[in-house]
């Protein structure tokens, strides 16, 4: 069974510029979740995709994150502008139906480094 | 809101020692508990959860948690550590603030080192 896949691995910008993820979740899972973890703390969510649809948002920052899964599948996160605070492991994670009981499987992740 | 505490940042044993990785955790109501591993450069996979039921579960790698709800805790154990355990464990509590939204809140983890 392939995993979650997550590009590109590295990243290093320059505060104030754009950057966009890319995540392929496990075929057949309806959820999708981006999350982000600052070195020596644990993973915090970002946003939650049912399918297409969006479904918990309420701990992106709205005014330089966006975040779209077209068709259900592929997902997008992009950050415009970059803040020095944003550096931080980005963690895509996909799971059957969203269930509560469900295991969330892991991507490797996109190290970003604003500088 | 739900919240997860690790108290050890960083835990140190003998390879063939056991181990005991402590987490708390606060919730309203009945919590959905788990133990992820992430290794260095990998995604975080699970070891084990808890919805209900028997107190003690049993994960992959030998591990296993007990949950007590008089002590909000759900603490992580392994007999004998094996070099390959050497790894960040994070604790995590599931809960849903709304219908169709599903929430995994973590701890900041417990990196693991083994000496050989």
């Known amino acids: 069974e392939a995993g979650v896949a997550q590009s590109p691995r590295y990243k290093i910008i320059e505060k104030r510029q754009s950057v966009a993820f890319w995540c392929n979740p496990i075929?057949?899972?309806?959820?999708l979740y981006w999350y982000q973890q600052i070195l020596g703390q644990g993973p915090k969510l970002l946003i939650q995709f049912q399918n297409n649809g969006v479904v918990d948002d309420s701990q992106l920052p709205k005014d330089r994150f966006s975040a779209e899964r077209l068709k259900g599948v592929d997902s997008t996160l992009k950050i415009q502008p970059a803040k020095l605070e944003d550096s931080a492991v980005y963690l895509c994670?996909?799971?059957?139906?969203?269930?509560?009981?469900?295991?969330?499987?892991f991507g490797s992740g996109t190290q970003l480094s604003v500088l | 809101a739900q919240s997860v505490t690790q108290p050890d940042i960083h835990i140190t044993v003998s390879e063939g020692a056991s181990l005991e990785l402590r987490c708390n955790y606060s919730y309203g109501a009945t919590p959905y508990l788990f133990w992820y591993v992430q290794s260095p450069g990998q995604g975080l996979q699970l070891l084990l959860k808890?919805?209900?039921?028997?107190?003690l579960v049993q994960g992959i790698k030998g591990f296993e948690a007990e949950f007590k709800r008089s002590q909000s805790s759900f603490n992580l154990r392994k007999p004998s550590v094996h070099w390959s355990d050497a790894a960040e464990y994070f604790c995590a509590v599931g809960a849903r603030p709304w219908a169709g939204s599903y929430q995994l809140t973590f701890g900041k983890g417990t990196k693991l080192s083994v000496i050989p």
């Open positions: 075929s057949g899972h309806a959820t």
């Open positions: 808890y919805f209900s039921g028997d107190t």
């Open positions: 994670a996909s799971s059957l139906q969203g269930k509560a009981n469900e295991k969330l499987f």
